[in-house]
């Protein structure tokens, strides 16, 4: 697991916020062992205010997890504080 996506899964802004300073897309974007992105995490560990920084950080919003599915779909699925389409369409 990346320090992106371990942050993302526990919710570490500050933390975030450095990486994504320093960080490439491809590296935001990673795919981890598990199949998820940093998205996926910070969604299935409902993380809001994470996920926001994310996508207005740009990342790969229609990127598929191992089980086919996007951060959004992983947000309704957990029934997530997070999950609103609005959210995560493109700006």
């Not at 933390?15 to 598990?34: A, R, Y």
Request: aromatic share 6%.
């Amino acid at each position: 697991m990346n320090a992106l996506h371990e942050a993302c899964r526990n919710g570490y802004f500050e933390i975030i916020q450095k990486l994504l300073s320093t960080l490439s897309i491809d590296k935001i974007n990673q795919v981890e062992l598990n199949g998820s992105t940093s998205l996926h995490a910070a969604c299935s560990f409902n993380h809001p205010r994470i996920v926001k920084r994310l996508l207005n950080h740009r990342v790969g919003r229609s990127l598929l997890n191992k089980d086919g599915r996007t951060a959004m779909e992983e947000a309704a699925i957990g029934q997530t504080q997070i999950f609103s389409p609005s959210l995560f369409r493109e700006k």
